[in-house]
């Protein structure tokens, strides 16, 4: 394929193409089998020293006020890549070019989003306490706000290739807050990377910022992410993807010498309580699951309803026969939802009532329905993990308060969903109550995939879904992720910071 | 002692006393070494999941709207407990009865502020997007605000028995969030904590608040600290004291099964730099290196100063000489503080000036200054490591680079202070930026003990200061720590929080 822009599969350390590294790699477009004609070569240490020396020296550069353009700079350099990011970032996920020219409209509004917010001092959190001293002279003069943490790593998803791609909402956030930011590759979509990564140099080069404000490393060796984790430099770690992996990256961050903090979003089961049935119910329901071929960390995954509602999971099966096999992102994730629905399946009280198969010589996997009764969801801990793919669990309650005592033993979700009928919702108040505790969002007769970014998003909850309840990593609120409070007692004008004078 | 309240020396179980563990353990009182003559029993698991239990209950039942009485009550019953409080306070802890009532003072006026500051709900970062939904109707109704996040287990400190104790800033904040608090008893004054503890279940029978909304634990033994950290139930942790505990415990918490936030403020040195010396200079430094016998979390550790300024560390060694000892906390205090100066005082280049020993046969230790010279001071570890105590360590340097060289060799800090000529204060520019990046708080020409209760103030900074550089543990922002955002997706009224309607 010949390309938009000259690509070398090196990272990019600070501006710099830069391939020192010994191990190297490939990306796979999951439709074809094929390899990239494109080889990428991990970094090694050196390479990661220079990328946070130069992110530390970035750090004390930049200005803030410089950061707006900087973002709306790094939006007008997506759009002029044209359409042709679409087909490369098709080839190695497969994700079709229609969801992905959603998907970058959302990047770049993501992005020219942050710049907005910037530009208004408000999400600084400035207080000056002046009359504090002035109703008490002995009282000091004391000013607060928020600044930016320092040099921040990120690991993409491979799910969502723009939006929590390099230039995601972690990175867009990040930046705003003012952190340089050292992107690892999702091995899954390397070419990809090394696009927005040219990209986001360009904007660097037109708005003159430090070019160690973002830095591209390469590894499909763990030891690399490992490497970015333990720096010294490094001040914060925003993370998508599994469970498994954010855990990993969690535990070694905590271990440091000096720990640091982790964003890991980490997905969910994201489970649906159904009172009450509307005509477009199952038809939502089947959508939901399968979009984007089930890989979305909100893909409703367990569904509980009324014995009364059994029909519905008819409904759903006609729904999900048509829309039969999808294309996964790559084998791992194939491989580990073969494991997941074989496991169980292996439950003697759960019916696979459709599909539970991957298809042979593909990343592939058919649009999946199992079936279940309370009991059985409540013992079998294997129900309650995130099957990542177009499958979903049907869980059959015998009454209202089966519904209660789920809900008390649900882990940590990014959602939870509740249909009801509007006139006569009441009956779901203590649902409403116990979920409340348990959940980043609560949904009501909707869907939970379709994560709006706007201000009043939460995406995120207690773990397992995330390891920071505290935050969010959409909405504009993402950006505290990556700002701390400081203090200034009695300083003088000439060394404050501007927007405390 | 006959005491204004009845004392048992039991748990405090959701209001209940109770006393069904093995162990006990007394306090002593350091100036005369004599035990309490009340014995106070560890709790055991039982008593600790019933705690939980309790709380688990109150978190559902308590209502926002009532928490500011509560907090005003709590006050009140404080203060009604009169001035024999600041005399067995004094008994366990030997601060003195002036500094004490000062304190009582600080205390509750925090419970008062934290009242005040929950009546308006800006704390609740509510976010309305419904104009979000208007101008796309296709946009889904989406409203966010912060909840609390359940029940918080509170680790109060040895130095302060009062704000930082069991109705201290970690408590009332996390009451005013709307989180049940499980105080562990601090083992050095076990007694006013019980009496503090009668007078929160005091308050909470007056306001007819669900009674697990507190509960007291004692435990000399380490494991009752580490099965409340370690307990499912427990959502949030509020730790002040050492490095060594509150780093034991963030390793504990962040490997749990599922991980749980440490809120872990764990001292500094507190850096002073000094390029101008003033009248008062001396006065000033002394009396903050003294305060409270050098126990203070923000206590000024080591002070850089120009080989011109020489003088100041004889006008200090004066002033210290007249102050002379005085009597520590504890005994694991003096212990701790006896063997860090011995290390010190071991490399050859560290000068004891004045001081550098423990009273023989009394928790007491001389004021003590130590001096040498920058090279030293960046080549031994020791020296960076807090001396919790009257001790102060000046650094010899010889011109303004060292000073940024020292700056940006330093780990995060609580507090920094630079000392300067205000009409000429930009020479610190360089080095206001670097200690910027490192400290929770910036303080010109003042010293760092005496932090004050109000909305500007950051009590925090990075590790190993904190555990969680984002937040601070004194000031009205404390209460973030024990919140959490959630976003409501097209809920009905009726179901919505009153806020959110």
């Known amino acids: 394929m010949i390309y938009m822009v000259k690509l070398t599969g090196q990272n990019l350390i600070a501006?710099?193409?830069?391939?020192?590294?010994?191990?190297?790699?490939?990306?796979?477009?999951?439709?074809?089998?094929?390899?990239?004609?494109?080889?990428?070569?991990?970094?090694?240490?050196?390479?990661i020293d220079s990328a946070f020396e130069s992110a530390e020296h970035a750090f004390f550069k930049v200005k803030r006020g410089d950061i707006p353009d900087f973002l709306r700079e790094v939006s007008n350099q997506i759009l002029s890549l044209g359409d042709q990011l679409l087909e490369i970032a098709d080839n190695e996920t497969a994700l079709g070019v229609h969801r992905l020219k959603n998907e970058r409209t959302r990047t770049c509004d993501q992005l020219k989003k942050f710049a907005d917010f910037i530009e208004d001092d408000g999400y600084k959190e400035i207080v000056i306490d002046k009359s504090y001293s002035d109703i008490n002279p002995s009282k000091p003069d004391i000013r607060r706000m928020l600044i930016p943490i320092g040099p921040a790593v990120v690991f993409p998803a491979s799910n969502f290739p723009f939006a929590f791609g390099v230039c995601g909402g972690d990175s867009a956030s990040a930046w705003a807050a003012g952190c340089p930011v050292i992107v690892k590759a999702h091995p899954s979509h390397p070419v990809t990377s090394e696009i927005f990564g040219h990209a986001v140099n360009k904007a660097i080069e037109i708005c003159e910022f430090p070019r160690g404000y973002f830095s591209l490393?390469?590894?499909?060796?763990?030891?690399?992410?490992?490497?970015?984790?333990?720096?010294?430099?490094?001040?914060?770690?925003?993370?998508?993807?599994?469970?498994?992996?954010?855990?990993a990256i969690f535990d070694l961050?905590?271990?440091?010498?000096?720990?640091?903090?982790?964003?890991?979003?980490?997905?969910?089961?994201?489970?649906?309580?159904?009172?009450?049935?509307?005509?477009?119910?199952?038809?939502?329901?089947?959508?939901?699951?399968?979009?984007?071929?089930?890989?979305?960390?909100?893909?409703?995954?367990?569904?509980?309803?009324?014995?009364?509602?059994?029909?519905?999971?008819?409904?759903?099966i006609q729904i999900l026969r048509n829309i039969g096999s999808g294309i996964l992102l790559n084998d791992s994730i194939k491989d580990n939802l073969t494991s997941k629905v074989l496991n169980s399946s292996k439950i003697s009280s759960v019916d696979i009532r459709l599909?539970?198969?991957?298809?042979?010589?593909?990343?592939?996997?058919?649009?999946?329905?199992?079936?279940?009764?309370?009991?059985?969801?409540?013992?079998?801990?294997?129900?309650?993990?995130?099957?990542?793919?177009?499958?979903?669990?049907?869980?059959?309650?015998?009454?209202?308060?089966?519904?209660?005592?789920?809900?008390?033993?649900?882990?940590?979700?990014?959602?939870?969903?509740?249909?009801?009928?509007?006139?006569d919702s009441s009956c779901a108040m203590d649902l409403f109550n116990i979920l409340t505790r348990k959940v980043g969002r609560l949904i009501i007769n909707g869907v939970p995939t379709g994560v709006e970014v706007c201000e009043a998003m939460q995406h995120g909850g207690p773990y397992p879904a995330t390891t920071a309840p505290h935050t969010t990593s959409v909405g504009m609120y993402a950006i505290k992720r990556f700002l701390r409070p400081i203090s200034f007692q009695n300083v003088p004008e000439v060394l404050l910071p501007v927007e405390l004078r």
């Not at 009450?276 to 569904?303: W, Y």
């Open 253 to 316: 961050a905590s271990s440091r010498p000096r720990p640091i903090p982790v964003f890991a979003e980490m997905g969910s089961i994201n489970p649906i309580f159904i009172y009450n049935v509307k005509k477009d119910t199952a038809e939502q329901l089947a959508n939901s699951i399968t979009l984007g071929v089930g890989q979305f960390c909100t893909k409703p995954g367990v569904i509980f309803l009324n014995k009364k509602h059994i029909v519905l999971i008819d409904e759903v």
């Open 217 to 247: 490393i390469h590894g499909k060796d763990a030891s690399v992410s490992e490497e970015l984790v333990v720096h010294p430099k490094a001040e914060a770690i925003g993370f998508t993807g599994s469970q498994g992996a954010g855990r």
């Open 15 to 47: 501006g710099i193409p830069s391939s020192k590294g010994k191990q190297s790699y490939r990306s796979i477009n999951p439709r074809t089998m094929k390899r990239s004609d494109i080889v990428f070569t991990d970094a090694n240490r050196e390479e």
């Open 355 to 423: 599909g539970g198969c991957p298809l042979k010589d593909m990343v592939s996997f058919e649009s999946t329905v199992m079936v279940t009764d309370m009991r059985t969801y409540l013992s079998n801990n294997v129900l309650h993990q995130e099957h990542f793919g177009p499958v979903a669990l049907f869980v059959i309650c015998e009454d209202g308060s089966d519904f209660l005592k789920i809900a008390r033993y649900l882990e940590g979700q990014l959602t939870a969903t509740i249909h009801v009928d509007i006139s």
